[in-house]
């Protein structure tokens, strides 16, 4: 192969760029990334340095000495406009066309605006580095912040912006926060966290309307008029897949991949962009697509290595791994580990709700996922049960002995 081509210059496109190298591979990697910057860490623009702790060095993915040893063709502020499937060309917004012996597409995801979003000045959303430089100075102004959507990047805003001095209400439509990720039952107790924080957070409101001429001056919701100098808007994310609308690859909320992340022969997708089939969960396997940091950086490192694999003629090997993803507001830190749904059973085997503690999520009788907050060293240690698919009765034998032993 003479040149692939990684579209997304963000976490799952530069470990997929490092994952070609280690794997071998010493042809041309053309990198294509929409911003300016090169590859940086997101997690931090909610919390580090949205509140000032950071600055904008200290989010760098790699030092630019690394960025150089891979010796990347790389393309950034260019943003993909375009691809075929079929004969793996992708064009950019100049025109080019660049033609891979094999594509990896990891454009991630962006923020989904509200239906009818008002373009005004302080009605914002949380991206990029340069979207959380622009807050974090109009939290500088201690502003009346309201954050509409109680998900778990409008929660961390709302404990940053609280801890900055800014008074903060959160607006959510569901009847508790967090409830794609944890469930309503361990989403109340989130909910708590921020109330002792003196957040107000209310939920089981709709959104009927933002306020204001050029500036925004408030938020409508449930009949109430709340002030809002600065409003984000955080109510999920759609993956980056516009430019793929008539690549001829499946596309549905993400890009549909097989379970070893092949999306089409020589094609292959990575991180928030990616729909595929994790085998480790279901009875033939789960569709899924992930939002979160640790899925961005293994999927992307899988990718590139089963490319890798699908050349050399050898067989890709399954992606099937247990998600994980972590939040930190105010001064928990919670740790998910498997899958939750709105049916689970949920059992707290360890400490208390108002503190630190574990909760075991399962479902027609087995283990399905691990809640832990501010107890780090206690959540990772059921990976492997999830990994075994343990039984409920063996899940909560196990967090017995733990409790006993501790
Ligand atoms: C504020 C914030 C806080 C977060 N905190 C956490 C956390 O605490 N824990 C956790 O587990 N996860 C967290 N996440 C999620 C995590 O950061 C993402 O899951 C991860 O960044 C996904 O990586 P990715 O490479 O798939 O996509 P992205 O990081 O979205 O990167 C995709 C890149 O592709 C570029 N791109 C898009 N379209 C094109 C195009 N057509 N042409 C060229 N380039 C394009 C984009 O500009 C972007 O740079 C957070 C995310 C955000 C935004």
């Known amino acids: 192969m003479n040149r692939i081509v990684v579209g997304g210059a963000s976490l799952a496109g530069l470990r997929a760029c490092e994952s070609l190298r280690t794997g071998g591979y010493t042809g041309t990697i053309t990198l294509i990334g929409a911003e300016p910057h090169e590859p940086y860490d997101r997690p931090p ?11 904008p060095e200290r989010v760098q993915l790699r030092k630019p000495a690394e960025i150089e040893g891979l010796g990347l063709d790389m393309r950034l502020g260019m943003v993909a406009t375009a691809f075929d499937a079929a004969s793996r060309v992708v064009t950019l917004q100049t025109g080019e ?3 891979g012996d094999g594509v990896i597409i990891a454009t991630g995801s962006a923020p989904r605006p509200l239906a009818g979003q008002p373009d005004l000045d ?8 340069d979207d959380s430089l622009d807050l974090r100075r109009r939290l500088a102004d201690r502003p009346k912040v309201v954050v ?3 998900g778990f990047i409008g929660l961390e805003v709302a404990a940053t912006a609280a801890q900055t001095g800014c008074s903060v209400t959160v607006l959510e439509f569901a009847p508790a926060p967090m409830m794609r ?5 361990m989403g109340e107790v989130v909910a708590r966290v921020h109330d002792r924080n003196g957040v107000s957070v209310r939920c089981g409101v709709e959104v009927t309307d933002i306020l204001g001429d050029d500036r925004v001056t408030g938020v409508v919701a449930g009949g109430e008029k709340y002030d809002a100098d600065v409003v984000v808007v955080g109510v999920g994310v759609s993956p980056a897949t516009q430019w793929l609308a008539d690549s001829g690859l499946e596309l549905r909320d993400g890009i549909v991949c097989n379970d070893s992340l092949c999306a089409a022969p020589g094609v292959y997708a990575a991180g928030d962009c990616a729909r595929w089939v994790n085998n480790l969960f279901g009875e033939a396997g789960e569709e899924m697509r992930i939002e979160h940091w640790t899925n961005a ?4 490192a899988a990718a590139a290595a089963n490319l890798l694999s699908d050349f050399a003629g050898v067989d890709p090997i399954p992606y099937a791994p247990v998600p994980f993803f972590w939040s930190d507001q105010f ?3 919670i ?5 939750a749904h709105g049916d689970d059973d949920v059992r707290v085997v360890m400490g208390d709700l108002d503190g630190k503690f574990v909760a075991l999520y399962g479902h027609g009788g087995r283990l399905r996922g691990v809640l832990g907050v501010s107890l780090p060293r206690m959540v990772m240690p059921y990976r492997k049960l999830l990994v075994e698919r343990a039984s409920w009765d063996d899940a909560i034998r196990h967090a017995e002995e733990v409790a006993q032993r501790t």
């Open 45 to 55: 623009l909610s919390k580090a340095l949205l509140k000032g702790d950071w600055e």
């Open 297 to 300: 950086a293994e999927q992307g």
């Open 181 to 185: 990720g944890l469930g309503a039952e």
């Open 122 to 129: 302080g009605v914002v959303m949380l991206r990029t580095l």
């Open 97 to 99: 066309a660049i033609a």
């Open 335 to 339: 740790q998910f580990v498997g899958r």
């Open 331 to 333: 001064d928990s830190r």
């Open 148 to 150: 509409i959507g109680a």
